[in-house]
C-alpha cells in the first residue's frame, strides 16, 4: 500500500516562518492539515503575515541563535503534543556584503547566521526524534551552495550583490544534511536539504533590469514565485518520503544545470 502525500495532524516546527518563502511553506502545510508552530523573534510580524487568530499556524517565541531558546521551544513543544513529526530549518541572519571589505566580525556572523543556527536546531532536537524512534528534518539551502554566482548579474545592482559567507554556509548546510542523514538513520529519522533559486521578493522585483538577469539564467525563462517551492516541503514533510534522506533538491527552474 502506497504512502500517500499527507501531513494532517502532523506536528511541524518551522523556524523563520513569517519570511518571504517561509509564509508560503507554512501556509500550505497548515492547508494540508498540519499543526504548523513557528518560531520567531517578533510576534508582531507573525501577527502581520498570519493574523492574529491564524487556525493552525502557532506563534512561538525563540531565537535560532541562542541555544538554550531553541531547546526551551522544543521541550515546550513536546510537553504540549507529546512529539515533534517535522522540523523545518529555514530561518537565517546575516551581516555584511562585500567580497573584498568584509570583516572578521561579519563573516562570523554570516556563517553563523546561516549554518551554525541550523547546527543548533538539529543538536537539540536529536534527542527528541531519537526518543521517538522517527522524524523529518529539513534544511533550506540555496543554489549558491551548489554555484558561484554569476556577478555581471550585479552590475546594476549593487545592492543585491550575493556576499562570500552566504554560498560557503549554504553549502555547509548541504553537508551538514549528508552529515545528519547517515548518523541518524538507524534511529529512523531522515534529513533533507532543499536549495531553493531565484525567488525575489516583492521589493528586490522593483528593480527590473537585476530580474531580467535572473530570468536570463534559468531554463524556464522566469523567477519563481513561493507557492512553487512549498509543496516540496509538503511532500518531504509526508510518509511519501519515508525513503528518501541525505538527498539535497534544488527548485530553480534550472539554474544549476548549466
Known amino acids: 500500500m502506497s504512502n500517500p502525500i499527507n501531513v494532517s495532524g502532523k506536528i511541524i516546527l518551522v523556524t523563520g516562518g513569517y519570511g518571504h518563502l517561509g509564509k508560503a511553506i507554512v501556509r500550505d502545510l497548515e492547508a494540508h492539515g498540519a499543526t504548523v508552530l513557528v518560531i520567531g523573534r517578533d510576534q508582531s510580524k507573525f501577527s502581520e503575515t498570519f493574523g492574529r487568530v491564524s487556525g493552525n499556524i502557532l506563534f512561538r517565541k525563540g531565537d535560532v541563535s541562542s541555544s538554550s531558546d531553541i531547546e526551551e521551544v522544543f521541550a515546550e513543544t513536546v510537553k504540549e503534543y507529546n512529539r515533534i513529526d517535522v522540523l523545518i530549518n529555514n530561518a537565517f541572519y546575516s551581516a555584511g556584503q562585500s567580497p573584498e571589505q568584509m570583516t572578521d566580525d561579519e563573516w562570523s556572523v ?7 543556527s541550523v547546527f543548533r536546531c538539529i543538536r537539540a532536537i536529536i534527542p527528541i526524534m531519537k526518543n521517538q524512534r522517527s522524524g523529518k528534518i529539513i534544511n533550506v539551502a540555496s543554489m549558491y551552495g551548489m554555484v558561484a554566482p554569476d556577478f555581471r548579474a550585479y552590475d546594476n545592482s549593487p545592492n543585491f550583490l550575493n556576499p562570500p559567507h552566504y554560498g560557503a554556509a549554504k553549502a555547509g548546510v548541504i553537508q551538514v544534511t549528508r552529515y545528519y542523514a547517515s548518523y541518524l538513520g538507524k534511529d529512523g529519522i531522515t534529513v533533507n536539504c532543499v536549495s531553493p533559486g531565484p525567488f525575489p521578493s ?10 531580467a538577469r ?3 539564467r534559468t531554463v524556464l525563462g522566469r523567477i519563481g ?4 517551492l512549498s509543496g516540496l516541503f509538503v511532500f518531504l514533510s509526508s510518509e511519501a518520503a519515508n525513503f528518501i534522506t541525505g538527498q539535497n533538491i534544488a527548485v530553480d527552474g534550472g539554474w544549476t544545470i548549466r
Open 225 to 228: 514565485s513561493p507557492e512553487e
Open 214 to 216: 535572473l530570468r536570463e
Open 110 to 116: 554570516g556563517m553563523d547566521g546561516a549554518l551554525g
Open 202 to 211: 516583492q521589493a528586490v522585483q522593483a528593480d527590473q533590469d537585476f530580474i
